[in-house]
């Protein structure tokens, strides 16, 4: 095993020795390399102010993927084998700003200028992204884009046009370059893994899923980090140190997406961004919802597997993919298992998995003829937020009766959890107002929801009982004078 993690940071071969697991991405850029163009806002990925690029090949296509990542919370580690941006690089060798950075200018898209080198690098990252494709791209696209980066003086409008005149405005001096990252990408591609050990900390980067199955069972107690954005917060707002990290982001069998006519095989290491297309393969209908799972340069780095492994009662994943019936497949030693995802939330941080076990990947798998599927995410800001209710609603209909009902919800309960009652108040009955009323009433025997700085017990309970009628109009149709929601004031209201 290779004793070092290196990269290329711009025009500059790194090698770093006895580097501790957890140290960020943004502190090494600021305070060893003086890259302090890349700023510290939040230091927990809201802001999007310490925004880098990651250049990698694509594990499944082979082409180059330029992805806007948070600095603060992407461990140093986690950028072995990659091809490094920061806004210093951005320049071409002759001073001349890059098209973006020009259109900033040009359309005022900065006033104090705290936030420009974020909003700057997610919009080379952006361009990149969309490549020739220009004409497909829509204000939405825009919006999804710039979502991971705030700025508190200049207003998002001028931004907007500057994005909109650097799509158009020509190549970049990376353009004439991509030859030579690629050439970089490969000459690190060893297919050796990591081991560093110093004084206070140990870190593993495991070359293939085999290795990571030998390290986890010789120290259960290591940590297992996949895009840090869970993990990541843990160091930046808790303070925790972490004596045995082991980074599975890299493991190609961990890295596969696997498309079959029975569904889609999402491994362990692949993240929400790249998760998008297969998943929406299957389930058309989760496109909505998945944009709003924190925002772009988030997901460019976490992972779906995290999301599940994490096991948080508010985790966006859970719900939607409990309703559409994925399972969990898991590795300890040289055997595997595979469970229906709903079993693997215990309790309340306690989730269906040995410490020297690891989820490989999440199989969610074709619907059934005659499913009708939602996803439905309620939280106070429609971007980067987290959700004070996540809903994931599936229902099987053949000949006018529902035959299986399935009704996950997140921030109800400790876990992600079904709604028994209200699935059996749909089951065996036809999709019409009695039944929708029925299930209705019957949430409030499946779930005691907490009151938290997101939401009342109250308001939890209504919307998940809106929901419920928001899907009934959605997927029949329903004129939707003829049902009634509860509003904030407690009456009901036609919707
Ligand atoms: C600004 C911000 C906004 C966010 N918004 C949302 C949101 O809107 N919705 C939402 O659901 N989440 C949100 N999150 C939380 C987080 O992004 C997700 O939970 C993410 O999917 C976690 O994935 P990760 O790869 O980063 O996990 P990590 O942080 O790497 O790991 C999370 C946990 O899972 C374990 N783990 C990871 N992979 C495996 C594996 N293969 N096997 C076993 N254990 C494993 C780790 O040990 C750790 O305990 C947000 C986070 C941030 C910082
Ligand atoms: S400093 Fe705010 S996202 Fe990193
Ligand atoms: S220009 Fe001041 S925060 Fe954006």
Redesign the pocket.
């Known amino acids: 095993m290779r004793d070092t993690i290196r990269f290329w940071l711009g025009d500059e071969y790194i090698v770093l020795h006895d580097v501790l697991p957890s140290v960020t991405a943004l502190d090494w850029l600021r305070e060893t390399r003086g890259r302090t163009g890349t700023k510290e806002g939040c230091n927990?990925?809201?802001c999007g102010a310490c925004a880098i690029i990651i250049v990698r090949r694509n594990a499944c296509a082979g082409h180059l993927s330029w992805n806007a990542v948070n600095a603060c919370?992407q461990f140093l580690p986690m950028l072995d084998g990659a091809q490094i941006y920061t806004v210093e690089d951005l320049r071409d060798p002759s001073g001349v700003l890059h098209p973006v950075q020009c259109a900033m200018v040009n359309q005022h898209g900065s006033q104090c200028g705290f936030c420009t080198p974020g909003f700057v690098m997610s919009m080379v990252a952006f361009r990149k992204r969309v490549g020739s494709m220009i004409d497909q791209v829509t204000d939405a696209d825009i919006d999804d884009a710039l979502a991971g980066n705030l700025c508190r003086c200049t207003g998002y409008a001028p931004i907007v046009r500057a994005m909109r005149q650097a799509l158009v405005a020509g190549p970049d001096r990376f353009d004439a370059e991509i030859k030579k990252i690629g050439e970089r990408l490969t000459m690190m591609e060893s297919g050796e893994g990591v081991s560093i050990a110093t004084k206070n900390a140990r870190l593993t980067i495991p070359a293939s899923a085999d290795e990571l199955a030998v390290t986890l069972m010789a120290d259960p107690a290591s940590?297992?980090?996949?895009?840090?954005?869970?993990?990541?917060?843990w160091v930046t707002k808790l303070g925790r140190t972490l004596p045995h990290v082991v980074f599975?982001g890299h493991i190609p069998e961990?890295r596969k997406i696997t498309v079959t006519e029975d569904g889609a095989t999402i491994g362990?290491a692949v993240t929400?961004s790249e998760a998008e297309a297969p998943l929406c393969a299957v389930y058309p209908e989760m496109r909505d919802t998945l944009r709003?799972?924190?925002?772009r340069p988030?997901r460019n780095?976490?992972?779906?597997?995290?999301?599940i492994?994490?096991g948080?009662p508010?985790?966006?994943?859970p719900p939607l993919l409990i309703a559409a019936d994925a399972e969990l497949i898991l590795r300890r030693g040289d055997k595997k298992r595979r469970i229906p995802l709903e079993g693997f939330f215990i309790d309340y941080g306690v989730q269906d998995?040995a410490s020297d076990e690891?989820?490989e990947a999440v199989f969610v798998p074709v619907p059934k003829a005659g499913t009708m599927f939602r996803g439905y995410k309620i939280s106070k800001r429609f971007d980067?937020?987290?959700?004070a209710v996540m809903a994931g609603f599936s229902l099987i209909i053949s000949d006018g009766i529902i035959r299986k009902a399935c009704l996950a919800f997140g921030g109800m309960a400790s876990t992600p959890k079904r709604a028994a009652a209200a699935e059996a108040a749909l089951t065996g009955n036809p999709w019409d107002a009695a039944a929708l009323a029925a299930a209705r009433d019957a949430i409030s025997q499946d779930f005691a929801p907490l009151s938290d700085l997101r939401a009342t017990s109250w308001y939890r309970l209504e919307v998940a009982r809106n929901l419920l009628t928001r899907f009934y109009v959605e997927t029949t149709g329903s004129d939707t004078a003829q049902v009634s929601v509860w509003s904030i004031h407690g009456e009901a209201v036609n919707v």
């Open positions: 927990e990925g809201d919370i940590r297992i980090v996949a895009g840090a954005t869970d993990v990541g917060l599975i961990l362990a929400w709003r799972v924190a925002a988030v780095s976490a992972t779906l597997c995290g999301n492994a994490n948080s508010i985790g966006d994943g998995r690891f989820i980067q937020d987290i959700s």
